[in-house]
């Protein structure tokens, strides 16, 4: 069978993934009424740590409960109708310089946004998408972290190669659950173990040799 030179390409080269953080209690709650049910402020150093500087994809609803985007980051915000974020919002993007031409990304996506702001020397960037089709993890020079919520996770899980996950050691009222992924990926790592949570790494399974012959992740 001949290959097109994209699927040559693509067989030959190593791909990029997207990664995913998230918490969880023991009964799967990541939100309730729209915020994060615990406060648990080493759990928190721990995310920015290990986003910063990267890229955080969020849910339009995560970001509206964030109220401003994660400083030293680029903030990519996934809503399927942009325009309405943006005016919605002037208190937020009113204080950001407005990109049209995507001049941090290797291609220029057709329906981006792309604000800006710099403070003390560092970089903050938010960028809006309508769809999730049209992420390509490639086209980004650092690492891109899934940061939720349930619906994006929901979505994007199986494109993922990895899985930092927090797990809060108690059941949590919420009404906002992370998705079922214990098939899809092998725990790998015990990152951290204190009182009250465990940071654990998972790994696709489909990128651990011994799980399997195949070595890509469905895109
Ligand atoms: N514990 C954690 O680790 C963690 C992390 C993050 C969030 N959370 C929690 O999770 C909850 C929010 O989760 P959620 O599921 O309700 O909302 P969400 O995933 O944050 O946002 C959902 C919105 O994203 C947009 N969207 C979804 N799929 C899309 C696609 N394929 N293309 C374009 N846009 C798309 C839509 O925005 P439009 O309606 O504008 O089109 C949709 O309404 C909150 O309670 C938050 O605190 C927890």
Redesign the pocket.
Same mark, same amino acid.
């Given at each position: 069978m001949l290959l097109s030179f994209g699927q040559r390409w693509r067989e030959n080269c190593p791909m990029k993934h997207f990664k995913a953080? +998230? #918490?969880?209690s023991l009964n799967r709650? !990541?939100? +309730?009424? =729209?915020?994060?049910?615990w406060h648990l402020p080493e759990d928190f150093q721990w *995310?920015k740590e290990t986003t910063m500087g990267n890229v955080v994809v969020? =849910? /339009?609803?995560? *970001?509206?409960?964030l109220g401003k985007p994660l400083p030293n980051r680029k903030n990519l !915000?996934?809503? /399927?109708?942009p325009q /309405?974020?943006i005016h919605q919002h002037p208190e937020i993007f009113g204080q950001y310089h407005e990109w049209r031409s995507g001049r941090y990304l290797k291609k220029a996506y057709q329906f981006e946004f792309h604000f800006t702001k710099t403070n003390k020397g560092q970089q903050t960037d938010i960028l809006i *998408?309508?769809?999730?089709?049209k992420l390509n993890p490639s086209d980004f020079p650092t690492e891109i972290f899934i940061? =939720? %919520?349930?619906?994006?996770?929901?979505?994007t899980l199986p494109r993922c190669s990895d899985l930092y996950l927090?797990l809060v050691k108690r059941e949590v009222a %919420?009404? #906002?659950f992370?998705p079922p992924f214990e098939d899809r990926f092998v725990q790998v790592e015990e990152i951290r173990d204190t009182p009250e949570f465990k940071i654990l790494h998972y790994r696709h399974r489909s990128l651990i040799p011994s799980e399997g012959q195949v070595t890509q992740v469905p895109e």
């Open positions: 953080i +998230a #918490a969880m709650v !990541i939100g +309730a009424g =729209g915020k994060i049910p *995310f969020m =849910g /339009r609803k995560t *970001f509206e409960s !915000i996934l809503t /399927r109708h /309405r974020l *998408f309508n769809s999730l089709e940061c =939720g %919520g349930s619906e994006i996770y929901e979505q927090t %919420g009404d #906002a992370f």
